[in-house]
């Protein structure tokens, strides 16, 4: 597995005048894969924008190493940086804290009388938001921590994650109408409970739409 990031150049706007929607972030990290394309054979590329101290960024998680010069087609020059995430994989261990920061889209589905398959509709509230992670967190090989786990344990318990961002952006698709999808950007800590799990989750993602910027979980060790 490959890790790799490049800096949006963003000040530079008849450069990225093409990112408009999440469907040409989705070509944009499809294209740097030209040899996947020319084989017709595709693996699954997790991705999602970044920013950070004002900058924005695209990180992608890939199983083969993307072309450097097609990633670095809206990237401000020279930013463009392919890491093997295979050691740090290797290396989890169960009981492990971390830092995480995930990008979803969290969803339910509704029943609907008369039809076999239910309606697939958006979490709204920021409380049923987290509901929706904090559901996931065991059967995807984690438990969310309080900080007080860590630090002095006489204090109160705060909240062992927080949403950091939430938006709607645009997706146009091949045919019909845009959407726009809810998009949540959660920060917190998680300590590993189940190691295989816990890898398919950083390499498989989490929730819908991961073609589309949802579902990649990174991690940081704390300890």
């Not at 944009?28 to 084989?39: G, K, L, M, T």
């Not at 967190?137 to 950091?164: C, I």
């Not at 961002?165 to 045919?175: A, C, E, T």
Request: glycine fraction near 6%; include cysteine.
């Amino acid at each position: 597995m490959y890790l790799s990031r490049a800096e949006i150049d963003v000040k530079n706007r008849y450069k990225t005048k093409d990112l408009t929607h999440l469907g040409a972030y989705h070509n944009w990290v499809e294209q740097s894969f030209p040899d996947e394309i020319a084989a017709e054979k595709r693996t699954r590329h997790l991705w999602r924008i970044d920013v950070l101290a004002g900058k924005q960024y695209l990180v992608v998680l890939s199983e083969v190493e993307p072309d450097p010069k097609k990633l670095a087609m809206y990237a401000v020059p020279g930013t463009v940086i392919t890491k093997s995430y295979d050691k740090f994989l290797n290396q989890i261990k169960t009981g492990q804290l971390m830092r995480f920061r995930l990008t979803a889209n969290p969803t339910r589905t509704v029943t609907q009388p008369g039809k076999k398959q239910g309606r697939v509709v958006p979490h709204i509230t920021m409380t049923q938001q987290c509901q929706w992670l904090i559901d996931r967190a065991e059967k995807s090989g984690f438990n969310l921590v309080d900080q007080v786990d860590v630090a002095n344990p006489e204090q109160t318990a705060t909240p062992a994650f927080s949403v950091v961002n939430r938006d709607w952006p645009m997706l146009h698709r091949k045919v019909g109408r845009g959407v726009r999808l809810s998009r949540v950007t959660f920060e917190g800590l998680l300590r590993v409970s189940d190691v295989a799990t816990f890898k398919q989750t950083l390499t498989q993602g989490i929730g819908r739409e991961k073609a589309f910027g949802m579902g990649l979980m990174t991690v940081i060790p704390e300890d």
